[in-house]
C-alpha cells in the first residue's frame, strides 16, 4: 500500500522534475506543483507521525503488560522457592518421626523382651521406676532416675533376676 503511494508520489515528482528540467513549466507552474507536492508531502507526514504515535503508544502498554508478567513472575518463583523449602521440612519431620517411632519401637521390644526374660513387672505410677519380680517370692523394687543411671538400674534388675534363679 505504502509503497504503490511511494510510486505515485515519485512519478509525480519525476514528471515535475523533468518539466523544470527541459523549461517546459512557468514560475507559476512550478510554483503551483510545488506546493502541491509540498503539502502531499506534509500530510503524508502527518499521517506517518499519527501512524507512529500510535504504533509508540501500543509498544508502551505491551511494554506495561511485559513488565506486570515479570513482576507476577517473579512473584510466582518466589513463592515456588518457598513452598519448596516449606516442603523440605515437612520431609525432614516426617523422616524425623519415622527414626523416632522406630526408636520407640526398639525400645519397647527391648523392654517385652526384657520383662519376659526377668518376669518384671512395672508400675507406671510416678517419676521413679517401680514394680516387683513375679517370681516364687515376689520382691519389689524401686529407682529414682534422677540419682540412678539407666545402667545401674539394669544392672539392678538383673542381679534380682539372677537371685531370684538361683
Known amino acids: 500500500m505504502y509503497e504503490s503511494k511511494f510510486n505515485e508520489r515519485f512519478s509525480q515528482f519525476e514528471i515535475l522534475y523533468d518539466k523544470l528540467l527541459y523549461g517546459v513549466l512557468s514560475d507559476t507552474e512550478l510554483h503551483k506543483d ?17 501512524v507512529v504515535d500510535k504504533n509508540k503508544l501500543f509498544l508502551e502498554k505491551k511494554e506495561n503488560s511485559v513488565t506486570k508478567l515479570e ?31 522406630d526408636e520407640i519401637s526398639k525400645k519397647k521390644d527391648q523392654i517385652l523382651t526384657y520383662k519376659l526374660l526377668t518376669k518384671a513387672n512395672f508400675l507406671y505410677t510416678g517419676k521413679k521406676v517401680t514394680g516387683y519380680m513375679a517370681s516364687k517370692s515376689p520382691r519389689t523394687f ?20 539372677i537371685e531370684d534363679s538361683s
Not at 540419682?147 to 538383673?158: G, H, K, V
Request: charged fraction near 30%.
Open 71 to 101: 513482576a507476577q513472575k517473579a512473584q510466582k518463583e518466589e513463592e515456588l522457592e518457598k513452598l519448596a523449602i516449606l516442603a523440605e521440612n515437612e520431609e525432614q519431620k516426617i523422616t524425623s518421626t519415622k527414626s523416632i517411632q
Open 34 to 50: 510545488a506546493n502541491i507536492f509540498k503539502s502531499t508531502q506534509f500530510s503524508n507526514l502527518q499521517h506517518y507521525e499519527s
Open 142 to 161: 524401686t529407682f529414682d532416675p534422677q540419682e540412678t543411671s539407666q545402667e545401674e538400674i539394669t544392672e539392678a534388675l538383673w542381679k534380682l533376676t
